[in-house]
Nanobody, 122 residues
Framework: QVQLAESGGGLVQAGGSLRLSCAAS????????MGWYRQAPGKERELVAT???????RYGHGVQGRFTIARDGAKNTVTLQMNNLKPEDTAVYFC????????????????WGQGTQVTVSS
């Protein structure tokens, strides 16, 4: 079992900044890619940013240049620095981690955090 602890969400004015953090914990586990997704009311969940264990990052539409994703040395924590926030960034942000391959399920396991609210006022 892997649990993802998220922090850093909150309410900010447009143009402000927030830093989201996500730490993976559990018994025996390994993590490859980690990242953040977000879901606004009435919309589908979308990619914000991901980063692999090798350090390759990928960003969703509309955030590159404003958001920066990074991993710690232990590769069990991911941070998302969000600058110049806009009202359209308002959403619930979910941390995601890709774990080990499960022989029982035949897939690489994905773990999700509970979500943290980010609200940007105009």
């Amino acid at each position: 079992q892997v649990q993802l602890a998220e922090s850093g969400g909150g309410l900010v004015q447009a143009g402000g900044s927030l830093r989201l953090s996500c730490a993976a914990s559990g018994s025996d586990f390994s993590i490859n890619a980690m990242g953040w997704y977000r879901q606004a009311p009435g919309k589908e969940r979308e990619l914000v940013a991901t980063i692999t264990g090798a350090g390759t990052d990928r960003y969703g539409h509309g955030v590159q240049g404003r958001f920066t994703i990074a991993r710690d040395g232990a590769k069990n924590t991911v941070t998302l620095q969000m600058n110049n926030l806009k009202p359209e960034d308002t959403a619930v942000y979910f941390c995601k981690a890709e774990g080990a391959f499960s022989l029982r399920e035949g897939v690489y396991l994905d773990y999700w955090g509970q979500g943290t609210q980010v609200t940007v006022s105009s």
